[in-house]
């Protein structure tokens, strides 16, 4: 069954057309890769998902149902109550809240939970998996560094126990070992957890290696889409993306 | 001299209320508002026409004052929504300027002699400052509570991601629309009692009172006593009326021009931001989560009560 359907959806910023007529399935359990360059549209095709930009054409279902859709007569649903439907989005550039604790932002992560046992029986279960975090606890995350602030958005993002993960370049900006460690992770979180992911990355190979499918975003469009084992032997993918 | 001091006293609470306002909307919710001069104006008219127009007793005033600029706060978060730092900033003083200059224009000469508030036949006068200091600063005392405790609870919570950052709260299931015009609403609605103590204390209300400058000192008082600290904002009031009124108290009135205070606001202002940018006392150190909340705090301080673990 698929969990998140895309179908053929179009973003327009006014004359300039971001993503044509894509679509896409992520599948319960599965780990999606999506990638591309700079501009292709992946960042627009994240913001589609959460309701952050209009549609032109199409419509995106999560569970069988639509969430959001270019139709007029139907209501898209709001970015902030997708979060209580069992999607997390970790934004790009590791949106943290600087001047909180890590403590305090995995709280916020769990903001429509209301269960307090609940939310302190999931911190301990993140300080345990993200250990560096345990140690920093009630530390400024302002004062961790880039790697510990990703890890951070992605244990936050996972403290509402969500269905869906959408990772927006997680390893954007860290160095190679520590991209290594989250891409580690994420896949420990899909095996153990059963939470299927959706990442968008520019580093090619390390989204590739450790998913399960892949898309390729180019100029908006799709390009091409296989299994990620597939892709990474595909002489196009090599070229373009992998620099071989 | 006495006198002039309790005078900075009461105008000091009349401000750290504004203040207090203010700091929900630009300290909690990190908005850069510069409107509070319209909100100041809306609570002094309220009040004058409640009580000289249609007799009604000061008491009324209060309430619908907070409930009408709590509205109008509320039509000028929502235009303003998608604005953020210095273009809200501009939106906002516009905004401001354009109720004052309503009221020039219904009336440019304002309302004179506004019957006194008066409880239990008692009546506050400017002639005994002592009663109208426990008038005024209790109600500070009762807005310090009510914003302490609000910036403890859930929504404090909520309003404090919106201003770190709004994209990381939406996905997290935060409504910032929700949360930033809550803000707009409970702070413009302080600042407008304000404007009913004003009211009540001067028993004048004048439109050239409430200009653009009023919101740029108010806005300084929450800057220099620490954005997010109430106590701090409440300093930073009294701070800066003690500098507005300096001249006068040194008696060099004649001498220094009463613009000179507006000269010395910009010199705290600049020397604030860089020796002490976070202001002089800084961010509130307690946080949601902080067991020790005011009622705990309270409660652990009576006599036979077990002391709860922590």
Redesign the interface.
């Known amino acids: 069954m698929s969990l998140l359907k895309i179908d053929s959806i179009s973003v327009r910023y006014g004359a300039i057309e971001a993503l044509h007529e894509v679509s896409m399935t992520v599948d319960e359990g599965e780990i999606v890769a999506l990638i591309g360059a700079n501009g292709a549209g992946k960042s627009t095709l994240l913001k589609a998902i959460?309701n952050q930009v209009p549609l032109t054409t199409g419509s995106i279902s999560f569970r069988d149902e639509v969430i959001t859709t270019s139709a007029r007569h139907k209501k898209s649903v709001?970015?902030?109550?997708?979060?209580?439907r069992g999607i997390?989005?970790?934004?790009e550039g590791r949106?943290?809240?600087?001047?909180?604790?890590v403590?305090?932002n995995l709280?916020?992560?769990a903001?429509?939970i209301k269960d307090q046992d609940l939310i302190a029986r999931k911190k301990e279960e993140m300080y345990d998996f993200f250990p560096i975090l345990g140690a920093r606890r009630k530390q400024k995350t302002r004062s961790l560094s880039g790697g510990e602030q990703q890890m951070m958005?992605i244990a936050?993002?996972l403290m509402?126990s969500p269905k869906l993960i959408l990772l927006d370049e997680p390893g954007l900006g860290l160095a190679p070992l520590v991209v290594q460690d989250i891409f580690h992770k994420i896949r420990i979180i899909n095996e153990q957890d059963k939470v299927t992911v959706f990442l968008v990355e520019q580093n090619a190979r390390m989204a590739l290696k450790n998913s399960s499918k892949g898309y390729c975003l180019e100029n908006g469009r799709i390009v091409l889409s296989d299994t990620s084992s597939a892709l990474l032997e595909n002489d196009k993918v090599r070229q373009a993306y992998l620099g071989e | 001299m006495l006198n002039f001091f309790l005078l900075i006293i009461i105008y000091a609470g009349i401000y750290a209320l504004m203040a207090i306002g203010q700091n929900c909307i630009t300290g909690n919710t990190g908005m850069l508002s510069l409107c509070h001069a319209g909100f100041f104006c809306i609570g002094s008219y309220t009040t004058a026409i409640m009580c000289k127009t249609f007799g009604l007793p000061f008491w009324f005033s209060l309430p619908v004052a907070a409930i009408i600029s709590g509205f109008v706060g509320f039509l000028i978060g929502v235009p303003t929504l998608r604005l953020k730092g210095d273009y809200l900033c501009i939106a906002t003083l516009g905004l401001g300027e354009i109720i004052r200059n309503i009221a020039t224009n219904v009336n440019p000469v304002g309302m004179m002699s506004v019957p006194r508030a008066e409880l239990f036949g008692y009546q506050f006068s400017s002639r005994n400052k002592f009663t109208f200091i426990l008038l005024i600063w209790f109600f500070v005392a009762v807005a310090y509570i009510l914003f302490r405790q609000l910036a403890h609870s859930?929504i404090g919570?909520?309003m404090?991601?919106v201003r770190?950052?709004e994209?990381?709260?939406?996905?997290?299931?935060?409504?910032?629309t929700k949360y930033k015009i809550g803000a707009f609403i409970l702070g413009a609605g302080v600042g407008g009692t304000a404007g009913c103590f004003a009211t009540a204390y001067t028993l004048t209300v004048q439109p050239s009172s409430f200009t653009f400058m009023v919101s740029v000192m108010v806005l300084c008082m929450v800057v220099l006593g620490g954005m997010g600290n109430l106590a701090g904002v409440i300093l930073g009031a009294f701070i800066i009326e003690f500098i507005s009124y300096f001249p006068q108290l040194v008696g060099l009135s004649s001498v220094i021009p009463a613009q000179a205070s507006q000269i010395i606001y910009g010199l705290v202002l600049v020397v604030m931001m860089i020796c002490r940018p976070q202001g002089i006392l800084g961010?509130d150190k307690y946080?949601?989560?902080d067991p020790r909340t005011f009622t705990q705090k309270l409660s652990a301080r009576l006599p036979g009560r077990k002391k709860e673990g922590v």
């Open positions: 959460v709001p970015t902030h109550l997708l979060a209580k997390a989005l970790v934004p949106h943290v809240f600087a001047d909180m604790t403590e305090e709280d916020m992560g903001f429509f958005a936050r993002a509402s | 859930r919570r909520a404090i991601a770190e950052d994209v990381a709260a939406q996905s997290n299931g935060i409504n910032v961010r946080r949601y989560g």
